[in-house]
């Protein structure tokens, strides 16, 4: 929570107010591993971690335009970069 990029370790924390979470669900189903995941706002955030939020988004969406049969991995990790 706050300041984990990824796949932080489950707590009995209280959520507060101005704390930022990630949500990450995986899926193993008939072969085939599906996952996503969110990042979410615990009410008010202050502005800082909102340009952190809307950047992060803006290279997700940014990332998967990049996408195409072929391209390498760092292609699209230079377009997120």
Known sequence: MND???HGI???????????????VTVY????????????PVGRIDHASKELCSTTERCLYAA????RPGRSFSTIG???E
Do not use: K, M, Q, Y
């Open 10 to 24: 489950p707590s009995n924390r209280v959520l507060l107010e101005g704390d930022i979470i990630n949500l990450d």
């Open 29 to 40: 189903v008939d072969g085939f591993h599906g996952d996503t995941s969110a990042t979410v």
């Open 4 to 6: 984990c990029v990824c």
């Open 78 to 80: 230079n377009v997120i």
């Open 64 to 67: 998967i335009a990049a996408c």
